[in-house]
């Protein structure tokens, strides 16, 4: 509780005083990306099972990449030794 307060009261103290909106976007991320990793560490499940759908619905809709990238080349088999 006492975090989103304090998200909050820094939002609305630094998004007031910003000219632009782009700094807002990029503190806003920021920040989700800090309470998502404060979420992990405090054990709350629900967060990690919201950001995996959100993650895998972003997979769906994404096109897929027209380049390949090329194959490895395949493992060389061991080297054997042979007793004498």
């Given at each position: 509780?006492?975090v989103s307060?304090?998200?909050?009261?820094?939002?609305s103290y630094?998004?007031?005083?910003?000219?632009?909106?782009?700094?807002p976007?990029v503190?806003g991320?920021?920040?989700?990306?800090?309470?998502?990793v404060?979420?992990?560490?405090?054990?709350i499940q629900?967060?990690?099972?919201?950001l995996?759908?959100?993650?895998?619905?972003?997979?769906?809709?994404?096109?897929?990449?027209?380049?390949?990238l090329p194959?490895?080349?395949?493992?060389?088999?061991?080297?054997?030794i042979?007793?004498?």
């Amino acid at each position: 509780m006492w975090v989103s307060c304090a998200i909050v009261g820094f939002d609305s103290y630094v998004f007031s005083r910003m000219e632009s909106w782009s700094a807002p976007i990029v503190i806003g991320i920021i920040q989700f990306l800090l309470l998502v990793v404060l979420a992990r560490r405090l054990g709350i499940q629900e967060v990690s099972q919201v950001l995996a759908k959100l993650l895998d619905r972003a997979v769906e809709v994404m096109p897929a990449s027209k380049t390949k990238l090329p194959e490895p080349p395949p493992p060389e088999p061991p080297a054997t030794i042979t007793k004498q």
